[in-house]
Every structure is written in C-alpha cells, then in structure tokens.
C-alpha cells in the first residue's frame, strides 16, 4: 500500500471495505470502484486484483487519488460522471461502489454497473437510504448508541471535500429496486446505516 495510506482514516464507509474486498474473485482482472473518492479503497483493490479503474466526478477527490497512488501503473483514476463517462476497460472481473450510487440515478447507475461487469464477475454496492417505514426507523433507533460509539472509538472522520447528499430511496425502495435490475440479489441491511447489494452476473 502506498506511503500516504500507513496510517489510514476510518469512517462507516470505510468499515465496510473489508467486506467488499472478500467478495473480490479469485484471479480477478479487472476491478472498478465506481465514486472512488480519494482513492482509499482502488489502493486497496490492487492486492486483489491486476488492474484497477476508479471514477470519480469530483476534480478534488481524483487530482488527490491521483497524488496518493503516484507511482502504481496499474491503478487508473477517471474524472468524471460514471454515467457517462468513457472508462479505459470494456468489461470488469469486479465493480464496488461505497456510498456513491445515492448521489446518481440509482436505476441508470445499477444498469450501468450491471452492463460494465463481465459474465461471472461480481458487484458490490454499498449505500445509504433513508427510513421510510416504522419498522426501519425501529432498527435506526436501536442501532443509534452502537453508530455513535463506535465512531467515537474510532475518531471517524473522512477526506476533506467529499460531496455529501442525503439519499432520496428509503431501503425499501433500495430494496425492491435491486431485486428487479439484478435478480438474485443478495440485499443486507448494516448496522452503521448502511445497506449491501451482492449480485454475481450470469455466464450466459
């Protein structure tokens, strides 16, 4: 991992990065972050798989991932709107995205995502919603003390100048949305107030 990353920053995003990179497949090609940010998890991609593309359409968050991975060949940052933009790669072994697809068309982007992997390869989405029934504010509320502490513990913070928007979907609609774009899709709901799609594309 590059120097800049020896003493990484923790957040409830970077939380769920450990997971993602489980779900890398064996022998992985291609990998592509999809709001890739400062670059954290693409650096962290590149112990799993041989080449690595992140898109990010924020020029401060791709100038900076750019300065931390100077010196990586095979990591490729890309500014610009994923839905439009044109990536160095056909097809992809692995495509993630971390709390990036609320701030996009989340049809158009899970389409895209979908279209961008090549059979057999994998996709992880990780995102945020809003709660749009009693049940899912019951399971906010009580996961409320455990966010709280554990960002404390952790002194939580992020990259300066990360956009931020409020998600529009409440997890039911996340929910509903996925198992229609992606059949078969494995949807979990994390304690950190954050939602998982794990979705393997046919081979046929």
């Given at each position: 991992m590059h120097q800049a990353d020896s003493e990484p920053y923790w957040n409830t995003?970077?939380?769920r990065h450990p997971g993602i990179l489980r779900a890398v497949p064996e022998g992985c090609g291609d990998a592509l972050d999809v709001g890739c940010g400062d670059g954290l998890l693409a650096r962290k991609l590149t112990t799993r798989a041989k080449r690595v593309t992140g898109v990010d359409r924020s020029p401060e968050m791709i100038a900076r991932a750019r300065e931390l991975s100077a010196g990586q060949p095979d990591l490729t940052f890309v500014e610009g709107d994923f839905l439009t933009a044109a990536l160095?790669?056909?097809?992809?072994?692995?495509?993630?995205?971390?709390?990036t697809i609320h701030h996009m068309d989340f049809d158009a982007a899970l389409v895209r995502m979908r279209e961008s992997l090549r059979p057999g390869g994998t996709l992880v989405v990780v995102g945020l919603a809003r709660e749009g029934s009693p049940a899912e504010w019951a399971a906010t509320i009580a996961a409320a003390p455990v966010v709280r502490i554990t960002?404390?513990?952790r002194r939580a913070r992020g990259p300066e100048g990360m956009p931020v928007a409020e998600p529009l979907m409440s997890y039911g609609q996340v929910r509903a949305a996925a198992r229609r774009l992606l059949p078969g899709v494995r949807y979990r709901r994390?304690?950190?107030?954050?939602?998982s799609l794990t979705w393997t594309k046919p081979d046929d």
């Open positions: 995003n970077v939380a160095p790669v056909e097809g992809y072994d692995f495509v993630c995205s971390v709390s960002k404390v513990l994390h304690v950190l107030r954050r939602y």
